[in-house]
């Protein structure tokens, strides 16, 4: 569900004409929708019903300052990667209270940072992370809460790069070595085991793996509370997928369905359940909206050349995903259809954007927007053939806000410094 939909045969944002905005801002660029925003945080929270839970949003998917204050006053927490996002967190009003810490290989000047905005949980993956950690803790005479990430070693069934689960990636701890580091943990000074992590990969549409990976949780979680240890809460990560295709039927992995195997697996235990959730708050929240260059007709296929491309969307390229591309203008009835690949301007033969749609053959200067992207699309964006960053949009209701200006070349440009032997 989403507030992106024809009126009058032109695609809005809400109550926002984008073939207007498009006028006004220049393509390409993110436009993002607050209603969906909003929508998609409530659908998730109140799926859990009475279960004491706290969605911390995983700021990786989508970390404009817009996105996540609109989160933040929802009430939502924080699920933080680095340093960077951290700040960004703070800096859009979560406090401390609300933020988790994950990621394999945070720096000592990370966890520092971290320890002083004295945040909800690390998330360790290792030992060595912990054994830092405990050491950081101690010198700074603080105290922090950890959870140990554990690696189920389930198949998630997505893509192999976005998978996390496995023995055989880089991720947790292999569960069957966790008791025993939990054991090593409780006797570290600086660390308090307060729970216990997991997330086991991304775009996950089938809900056999999370059912899994939560039995395999909860008979680990008998043997922590055997062990004494003061568990208060459990992450179960993020993960849950969304869908990518017109016509998709997403009912099978609902939140309310994946609620269901949450509350079946683990809902009997007195703790905090919070959850990690990105891709399924942000990505069918925001599109990218892109121009028609020019048509050219290859000898073997019809290219729809546009003004987005791989450094603005990079998914379709590194994970072979699938996002929709429809007109922003309904075209003519009588117009002809074809199959054509849609592909950006850049010197790569991975720069496309969707390959072999049928549609209605686009015309230069025509708007297309690429749905489904707000999530991992403008936060992998990047300026690769000196293009510059593509700015993002932030809609609600009628009103619109450009949440981040298109750069000036002279700004991209300026990042570099010349030596004085140059000048
Ligand atoms: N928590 C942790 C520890 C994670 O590593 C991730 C995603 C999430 C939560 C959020 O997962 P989500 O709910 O969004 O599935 N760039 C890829 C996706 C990478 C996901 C990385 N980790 C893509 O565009 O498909």
């Not at 003519?332 to 199959?339: I, V």
């Amino acid at each position: 569900m989403h507030h992106f939909a024809l009126k009058n045969g032109v695609l809005h944002a809400e109550d926002v004409d984008l073939s207007v905005l498009a006028d006004t801002i220049g393509t390409p660029f993110y436009c993002y929708s607050t209603a969906t925003l909003t929508r998609h945080y409530e659908v998730f929270k109140a799926a859990f019903g009475a279960l004491d839970t706290l969605v911390c949003y995983a700021v990786k998917a989508n970390s404009n300052q817009a996105v996540l204050a609109t989160l933040a006053r929802l009430g939502a927490g924080m699920d933080v990667v680095s340093e960077g996002e951290l700040r960004r967190a703070r800096a859009a009003g979560v406090p401390g209270n609300r933020i988790t810490f994950s990621g394999v290989g945070k720096t000592a000047q990370e966890i520092a940072y971290a320890l002083d905005e004295d945040i909800l949980c690390f998330n360790v993956e290792s030992e060595p992370e912990l054994a830092m950690l405990s050491e950081i803790a101690s010198a700074k005479g603080r105290t922090a809460r950890i959870a140990l990430r554990v690696n189920p070693d389930v198949d998630a069934l997505t893509h192999a790069k976005i998978a996390t689960g496995k023995a055989e990636n880089k991720f947790g701890i292999p569960i069957e070595r966790a008791r025993a580091v939990y054991r090593e943990a409780a006797k570290l000074q600086g660390i308090l085991v307060s729970g216990v992590d997991m997330h086991i990969g991304s775009q996950i549409t089938d809900l056999a793996p999370f059912d899994t990976a939560f039995t395999i949780l909860a008979s680990f979680l008998d043997e922590l509370r055997a062990d004494g240890h003061p568990i208060d809460h459990v992450d179960l990560g993020g993960g849950l997928g969304i869908p990518y295709r017109q016509g998709e039927d997403p009912d099978s992995y609902h939140p309310d369905r994946y609620a269901a195997v949450v509350k079946a697996r683990l809902g009997h235990l007195p703790y905090r359940f919070i959850f990690e959730p990105g891709r399924l708050i942000v990505g069918n929240a925001g599109i990218l909206m892109t121009s028609v260059i020019l048509v050219k007709a290859g000898e073997a296929k019809t290219f729809v050349v546009v003004d987005a491309a791989m450094n603005d969307l990079i998914r379709p390229t590194l994970y072979e995903a699938h996002h929709e591309v429809v007109a922003v203008t309904e075209a003519p009835a009588d117009r002809p259809s074809a199959t054509v690949d849609v592909v950006g301007p850049v010197c790569e033969t991975g720069d496309y954007l969707a390959q072999g749609r049928i549609m209605p053959l686009p015309q230069a200067g025509e708007r297309l927007a690429v749905m489904s992207a707000g999530a991992y699309g403008a936060v992998q964006a990047g300026t690769y053939n000196t293009r510059l960053l593509v700015p993002e949009v932030l809609v609600n209701g009628a009103d619109y806000s450009v949440v981040r200006p298109r750069p000036s070349y002279d700004d991209l440009i300026g990042l570099d410094k010349l030596p004085a032997w140059l000048r």
